[in-house]
């Protein structure tokens, strides 16, 4: 949801050549306690599942 935090930014690497950057994030969750994880994927625009 909107506002809810995944984690911190800890380092930013800049592509010499490109769109992308590498981004370094540090968890806001202790992965370990983790019994369930929920992935949602938006379907791409114009198409259909």
Do not use: W
């Not at 370990?32 to 599942?49: C, F, N, Q, T």
């Amino acid at each position: 949801p909107k506002g809810l935090s995944m984690g911190k930014v800890v380092r930013v690497k800049k592509k010499e050549y490109g769109l992308f950057q590498e981004v370094e994030v540090s968890p806001s969750a202790d992965f370990s306690r983790l019994e369930e994880v929920m992935v949602i994927l938006r379907p791409a625009s114009g198409g259909k599942d």
